[in-house]
Structure formats: C-alpha cells, structure tokens
C-alpha cells in the first residue's frame, strides 16, 4: 500500500517548500526511525510539487486533498479524516499549523460564512479530468494554470513548466 501525504503551502521564500521537506524528512525520519528501531528512508524518491494558479485552482486542490480519504473509502465525510484541514476550514477546529490563506479570507464575512462556503464547496464533484491535471501536475512537477500563468513561471523559473512533446524533435532542414 502505497501513502502519499499532500501538502497545499503559500511558502515565503522561493525555497521554503524544499526546505521545509528536506527537514521534515531529515527530523521525522530520524524520529521515526529510533521510535520503530529501523533504519533507512520513509519515502521513496524525493518529494513532487506543482506551483499553482491561486486564483483557479487553490479552492480545486484543497478539495483535491481533503476528499482523497474519502475517494479511498477511509472516511465517509472530508471532516472525519483526522488529519484534514477541513476541520479547521469547515468546521472551524483550531490549529497551529493551518494559516488561513488570503483567498479563504475573502469567501467570507467572518468565520461562520467563511466556514460555511467553505463546506458549500464540498457539496459539488470536482469537474471531471480536473483529478488528473492535479496528479499530472504534480507528478511532473508541472505548473497547473491557465497557458500566461505557465508562461509566466517559465520565464520567472527559466525552465519548462508544462509537459513536453512526446518523441524525438525534428530534424532541421538545412
């Protein structure tokens, strides 16, 4: 059986992500390993990420992550997977690892209308391919957005942000 944790980060510097998992992999492994009297690694391969249109796809990917324990039958609502921040963005459990993001902020007045919009989205099925842009993006480390916005990170990155073309290019004619 294969475990995947999702992370959904508004990191504050370009390398805070990376960082961020280089220690958690770095601490809990050590953690895990000596509680468990194991040895090696926890994760296979290092970790995948795709930077995100906030404005298309945060809401998207937050229903993404907080609906896969129910997609693998481990729960039957998003808010009984105790791992989930839907309990804080739905049901308005504190916490101190969640930080509101500012577009979460503006779905709502105060907490209780923002608690209940949040849940309203929950009411409707993502769009159907929108499961496997989220895991093609994030497989291939690939920018999930509109075509300005991977434009826009190729050139911010100075690399390719969407998938390629399959094949071998063409020759040129000379």
């Not at 990191?11 to 509680?35: C, D, F, W």
């Not at 995100?52 to 039958?73: D, G, H, K, S």
């Amino acid at each position: 059986m294969t475990n995947h944790v999702h992370l959904l980060l508004t990191p504050a510097q370009p390398e805070s992500a990376a960082n961020l998992m280089k220690h958690l992999g770095q601490r809990y492994v050590q953690y895990i390993n000596r509680t468990y009297e194991r040895s090696g690694t926890l994760w296979e391969g290092r970790f995948r990420s795709s930077i995100i249109e906030q404005q298309t796809y945060l809401f998207i990917c937050q229903r993404y992550i907080e609906m896969n324990p129910v997609r693998a039958n481990m729960v039957a609502h998003p808010g009984e997977y105790p791992w989930s921040s839907y309990q804080v963005n739905g049901q308005g459990k504190r916490s101190g690892l969640v930080t509101p993001h500012a577009l979460y902020l503006n779905i709502g007045q105060n907490k209780t209308e923002r608690q209940a919009a949040y849940r309203e989205l929950f009411r409707h099925e993502l769009k159907p391919g929108e499961i496997d842009k989220i895991r093609k993006a994030t497989n291939g480390n690939f920018a999930l957005g509109s075509e300005k916005f991977a434009e826009e990170i190729t050139e911010t990155l100075g690399r390719r942000v969407i998938p390629g073309k399959s094949g071998r290019p063409r020759k040129r004619k000379e």
